[in-house]
């Protein structure tokens, strides 16, 4: 198999050419706004609302991009196109997107005129051994003391990349249990999201949620509210706190690679009475359906079914 | 000339070669400790400080750069001494240590297990016009409403790379005045620091600076500290407001590439009458006699001189 | 034209009569509350809703003004028909009412027992043009590193006049733009209102403006409601942050001299397409409608129509 | 006697011509810097430090007062002379400054170029009688569950007018005993001050008091500060609990006109044994030597004498 | 008549035989978690509710109290049969459950391995007088300063024993009125709850009350809102701050005990005409049809009937 | 052996009837103050520096004892004499006071006017297994996420016994090592205390602490302070963050029943090379001369010294 490409700064380059400049103010400030979609049977899903997404961020955050959205969405299907074309069959692919305001010229001698964004678009293939273990025993999540990130420093709404605070809330984390995810609080010790996920229990019949005054508006999130509105599932955005997790009926995470995946710990307790659950288990047969393949048995290698938890 | 070498990784490279992986940690969670360390006459000042800091850093972090803090001094002087020896004669440098996680396995496509601490040293030649306006006009700083991450979140005893707030912050700045440098309040309207600086006034003769709580420990504010200390300056750590900035006797910044620049605007507002005053001029000079050369005159082309602050 | 008439503590006196002593506590301690009703055509208008207001504000502050709201309201309308008889034909009014707890007796050298409130209605004419640029141009918002005052200090419930840090945001607001108008922010980072506005947005065709925990609850606001609900307007409280601003696709300030203002840039950042939008355009039409003459005409002489804004 | 002058915008007036408009943006918005000198013997007391407090106040809030503070202290002993010589013989005064940004052009009806800031000075008689069961009883302090503004709304640095929170919570004192006077707590729940004094309190021999963080930098607290020195009483500015209070084994206020009073109770609670302490008497005793008259006795009639707090 | 039983540990036993352990953690620490049902003609109204919330609250403490839920309403039921048949004829009580980690072993000195949570069960006969006086008069509710413990500490939707904080507030609201309550503000200054009892109020017909963030999820209060439901009252979660129960139509606390009483004065001032009003009393009746028996007439001897605020 | 004795309320029990009520409101509301001394060589150590605080506390609370320090003193005495008489020769022992109000009149059925406060004396051997480990392993602190209590909700000052959140934060810091202690933080991310020690650390020769408006002022740390006095070593209070832990020199725990115990590992990172230090070496040796034993050797048997730690 041939190497894959990316696209950097107007160009397609094989993704080990694509390095990043020691004096790009992603890497020296975190100064990065991003998005992941992935493809389901090749094809990207909801690339729009991704990219809709990042130039939200981009305008936050005053950086053009020099490409208008429909671009930048041309570009991604061409390099997911030449990437599929020359790899392994039937594999599924991340395609990242990111933009930073480019090198801070006094780093790398250069007249600031001349700065321009770093626009890049790579690709990986995704691997599923990572997320077995979350469909097999269940996400164990734990409240770390390191708190998010306040919206008056830097907005969750942002996909931004300067987040540190995610990988020392996961040290602590994966000091009460190697395999837990850390589930931030806000200053407030209401819930927020992990450092790749959105939160979501079920009460009563009903999915709960974070707002996004404190949570990433996750795109993967929004197809759950898509799904339960077709399956006449309320929903409900509200503040939570540690004690709403520990007795919900049921918990699970929304994200891009793994779609959902169930909670059944939390902070060492278990949710309901540890598995998955039947809300969990029609949204995730809603979506396959959607995308026509089974999501978890793509995952899981199909010994695991979700069908299995909807009799709980 | 020759091009820069950089280290990377235990290698000394050419910098054009020195490119950070699209799929490290340090571009895709900001996860990056750092540190910048300057030259005098093309010998480094008090790199190790600069060293103990980073390691400082890297503990709390829990990150093993795979060096001690020789090791990675030899590794730096070595460095030095390549690119002073094929660089422009007379050239002062900045010297940057920068220490990631290394690539996330995940995007790499990598095992887990074989993922190690991106670990780089490299250097840039310090030019001095974007700081001689420092010295004739004086800095102008203005208080964003973006506010400093907390230490809950971050602390700022880390010299950390997840600093996209910085950047938010001097956007609003510039919107002031397109001149005008951030300085950020913490959540309690505290004044911080700017983004590459500590800040520092002057009341009644005794020099008052934040509490390391809310700004890093700054090695050119330890240095200010030793030398008020020889000039028989007080100097004080404590919370300050705005209105401190406003009606101090004397205001300036403290930073590795220009060591100190008076600040003579603050939100618009002269600070004193509006000049660079006594004390920073006697700091300026002692610091210029402990390094054996004058700093302001490097900067300015020798018709800027601290000594005229002294009169006033 | 002969001067206007104020009512002062029981009597009409003519305007420049109506000082109010150096001893008031509405001037020693801002311990006044207020409000402004205009008129349309001559008429009053809403003048009970903010009579209402004021008499909530007076309970919280424990107030008593001596007359019954219908008093007061009687008094009002009196003083509205002897200006409007002598004023300019076809001038409007702004027509402010305002209660403070009298005279501090230490200051005034009084017996605390003879201490009456201060009861005050006046009037002056609206001048337009402050306001047509708003119409032309589009407010800019600038948010201000100064905060909003918490409800645990004072509540914005009531509309008092302890408002200096209004006047210090706005003179932050100024530096960025000589134009530009303060959006403060919440301790917390949210949204709240201008010095003399609330502040609401376009999203999806939905109204979203912030709860009254940390605004007023505007007259014009609740005007907003009203015109919003005829025209199948979903409206929305909810916590607003930046990010918010920047994105909406509309955004707009209601208050009682000019009713509704587009804002059209948020920090520098052009909001939309940085020109007014329909939903305004479909308010201010009924609201005109409402009162029987064009608002938009009426403020900028007739060549800037809210309808042209419709089309986009 | 003949009535007092007051200075007001460059013109010694009869005290009843000295009315503010009420388009005054003192009286809209609470924008009013101010300071208070008292008398002793007729001659100011510090009142060059008043003044010099006073144009800090202005530099913050970007007011030019179109005066010198030479110029502003020449009209003031003006004033004292013209009014103490046509006064009560041996009457005391207290001395108040206060300036506004001048009236809001809009309300006015004004060229907003002509505005100009309102500058007045004016003078009352003080009377001892509030104060004489301050000396007798001592003062109950109560803490309010109204809580101060916090600096980044308005710095308390400042001597401002905005202070309708100190009305609600000295109402809400009074609910407690109608002698009461609130002590307000901060957002963070320490002690900050009352709306008119400073709190000190006295604990194993030294005098403790919150910081200028969360309170004013009385000038009466400065004097505190001075006589201590001079009587070997340790000073400590910290953050203070009511625990604190609660626990002294004394406890004052400072203010200008009556210098220091004795706090005897706090929410209910004695302090110490409920009667004023030895290190307030020496405080005041040399305070009164320092000023060449008892200040106790001037304020109770004679009948109440520092000293014999001393032998406690 | 004979002495109440108890259930402790597994056993019944006499009330006064039912002493706890000094080492109990319970009484160590205020570990304790607890419910109180009471019966409407003996039998126990909601006694499944208060149950589902003593093990949502046993399952955040992560205590195993060695017995199932209906293991737990069987005892239960079994006691109350008990002391019915033994008490005093036609008296009501108030059942009590209370759970503890069980003693400390270190202070009991036991092998900690044989440590077992204390779980107990009692009662106590509902005595009136205390309540009488809230339906003739009204309830009068202060804030006090001390704040409510926000829920990154306690979560308040435990029903917790950790409970100094209220004793305290209660003690500052009785200096104000020796029959006030508390009603504890959070530290963002919104209402909370008092020590025993949920806050409501009514506003334009419908009831508010705040959300489960800051106060108890009341099993009374989830009975208001049914019975509200089956009134067609809308009920609102949402924020509320005094200028909210200050301009109320009314107010009312709910609670085990008494059910519902009227808050008729807020801080001194008073709510509505400071009369009881006519939601509550339709509430009352619809509560008092429910069970069975005049809850009003129950409580005051039968001379005050809710009926008689429905004509307001 | 003989069963203890305890007292309580005026009288010697045995301990086993030393039971307290159900309807205790110390153990209703956790409304207990309480202090613990303990002896070396069976006489108390410090006892009136406990019982001074004790009454600091309650005073705080507003609860008179009924008995004078000097009374209590004495009670205190003649248990300890009891105990020790008829106890195991060479024991040392905790011994615990503690006062509530006494029970709710309510629950108990009793006349309020007849309640008296709840206050006991009691005692219990200390066994030194459960320390051994501290001093030959090192304490491992871990922050929870669950914060302290805030001084404006509970003020730590005070030993109170609504400690509910100590023992959620322990679970949490055994979820990470089940031989893990809690080290609280307050709400702004500063290190605190653990639920039963003061936390100190060491840091370029100087102890700093965190200050007594987040910690309990105790009296061990008193006595460090005391005996670093005598060795020469700086004392600070300052607001400490986790990074400080994880860089210190040294850090330790001084608590009543073991005095100092080494902390050897921070949220899993070692602290200096992972071993106890030499200030805490010099500070053990130093106390264990004071109290004429070693102090160490009495915990662990004999086989650890402080003075191995010296050579460090």
Redesign the interface.
Known sequence: MSERW?YLNGEFVP?SA???????????????V?EMTRTFAQQPFRLKAHLARLY?SL????VDPGLTPAELQARTLELLHRNVASGEAGMEY?V?H?VT?GPLA????LDPATVRPTV?I?M??L?WH?YERFFREGVHL??????????????P??K?????????AD??AR???PHAIALL?D????LTET?GANFLLVRDGAIETP?T?NTLAGVSRDTVFELAGELDIPVRE??L????A??ADEAFLSTTPYCLAPVTRF???PIGDGRPGPVLARLLMAWSERVGLDIVAQITGGDVTAADWLGR
Chains 1, 2, 3, 4, 5, 6 share one sequence.
């Open positions: 990316a993704e694509a390095g990043i400049s020691i004096a790009d103010r992603g890497l020296i400030m975190g100064a990065t991003t939200r305008r936050f955050l005053q991340g990242i990111f305001p006094y780093y790398a001698d890049c790579h990986f293939p691997r990572p734990v409240t770390p003391s390191t708190r998010h990130v306040p919206p008056q420093c830097l907005d709404k942002m931004y990349r300067s987040r540190m605070h995610f990988f020392l040290r602590e000091l009460a249990d609080l200053l407030d010790g209401n450092s707002p005054r509200r503040d706190q540690p004690h709403d520990v007795n902070n060492g307790v």
